[in-house]
């Protein structure tokens, strides 16, 4: 198996809010699986066995460690994205969109001819979603994919196996590490392990189930009671219950509640709810801020398909802002966000559509082609089609 030359993407907008730190050349470093995802949407249940249902929306958009690279990258910040990448157009598709309008930096990422890119069908139903992924172990280690990392301000570690082997080297330049992880398939929920996987981490972002199951409470307040002494910021997402934190760097503690909006599709809401999290915190914003506008981005993501390309930007949180701020609440809860918008890029970013590689005629559709069948223009972003 070959490796293929590695190219550079552009560097992305930098118009973020966050402090400007002329020896990052990155905000935000991300590592990690990219998926090829194909996401159905309106199914009634689940399939079973000699039955076929039938979906009444499709979406494709690069996914896994594209969901979150995405995410921090529409609300400005500047990202670089170390991945494998197959040499099939599965791969020439996620490569061309990350580096291409989403403006991820791709200089450490790798492509490989005769490897095909990881693909993941995710089925969407009754408020949550069911998986199906195809995947082989990339040709070379990740840990030797990532190298040596670039110098960024904030990184996203896994901590769901061993400790990359570059978190130490990271941490030790300066940069504010933000740990997640997976469900425990073992059983074991080895808190002892994961605090010591943790060490020198900035912050931990586990769910409610998961955060319970390491500390073994049962409410996720209590879980993030027992976090509080191993990171300095402890959060734990609970969905539609909010969000909880503590920031032993400020003596901060909150609470947020979730919003309520018109799902579609769950996936990757809590890899924007990180990206939306790190930016925050890059911004220097109090805590209670912090997981409101996590939450805010997170609540945003799921009214389309996917998790990179459903990530909003901040056209998205204006839209919103606009409508919200006559409602007295949450005028009162987000109003911070009426001077953070008038400091930044309102982009319009591109949302999934149902298919890719698509061939037409320039003399048939014009210089630019047709849109793609299924793209409808909706809050002034495309997205994928019912």
């Known amino acids: 198996m070959t490796e293929s030359h590695a190219a550079t993407a552009p560097r992305p907008d930098e118009s973020g809010t966050g402090p400007d730190d002329a020896e990052a050349p990155f905000d935000v470093f991300v590592s990690g699986t990219v998926f090829l995802d194909i996401i159905f949407t309106g199914l009634r249940s689940a399939p079973v066995g000699g039955q076929e249902i039938m979906s009444t929306g499709m979406g494709s958009s690069p996914g896994g460690a594209a969901n979150l690279a995405v995410a921090a990258s529409r609300l400005g910040l500047r990202t670089s994205l170390t991945s494998a990448f197959g040499a099939d157009q599965y791969g020439d598709f996620c490569w061309s969109t990350l580096a291409g309008p989403e403006g991820v930096d791709l200089s450490c990422s790798k492509r490989f001819d005769d490897w095909h890119s990881p693909v993941t069908v995710s089925l969407a139903y009754d408020d949550d979603r069911a998986m199906v992924t195809h995947a082989h172990p990339p040709p070379i280690p990740p840990d030797d994919i990532v190298g040596s990392p670039p110098r960024t301000r904030a990184c996203f570690a896994d901590m769901g196996g061993d400790r990359p ?222």
């Not at 920031?247 to 018109?262: C, I, M, N, R, Y």
């Not at 709810?273 to 109090?286: C, I, K, Q, V």
């Open 165 to 386: 082997a570059w978190v130490d080297t990271v941490i030790a330049d300066g940069t504010l590490v933000f740990a997640d992880l997976g469900w425990d398939e073992s059983g074991a929920w080895d808190h002892d392990s994961l605090r010591r996987r943790l060490d020198g981490c900035h912050a931990f972002v586990p769910n409610a189930d998961e955060a319970m199951s390491f500390t073994g409470t049962d409410t996720p307040g209590a879980a993030l009671e027992a976090m509080r002494d191993w990171v300095p910021l402890a959060v734990v997402t609970a969905g539609s219950g909010g969000a909880f934190a503590a920031d032993a760097t400020t003596g901060e503690t909150a609470w947020v509640p979730g919003l309520s909006v018109k799902a579609l599709d769950p996936t990757g809401a809590g890899d924007v709810f990180l990206a939306s999290l790190m930016h925050a915190t890059l911004a220097g914003w109090s805590l209670t801020q912090r997981l409101r506008f996590a939450n805010l981005c997170a609540a945003l993501s799921v009214r389309d398909f996917g998790g990179a390309l459903a990530s909003p930007g901040w056209g998205d949180v204006c839209d919103w802002w606009t409508e919200a701020k006559d409602r007295p609440r949450l005028a009162r809860d987000y109003g911070f966000l009426e001077d953070v918008l008038a400091t930044v890029e309102h982009r319009v970013f591109e949302r999934a559509v149902p298919t890719v590689g698509f061939h037409y005629s320039t003399e048939e559709h014009g210089r630019h082609g047709p849109r793609p069948s299924g793209i409808q223009r909706h809050g002034g972003h495309d997205v994928g089609g019912k």
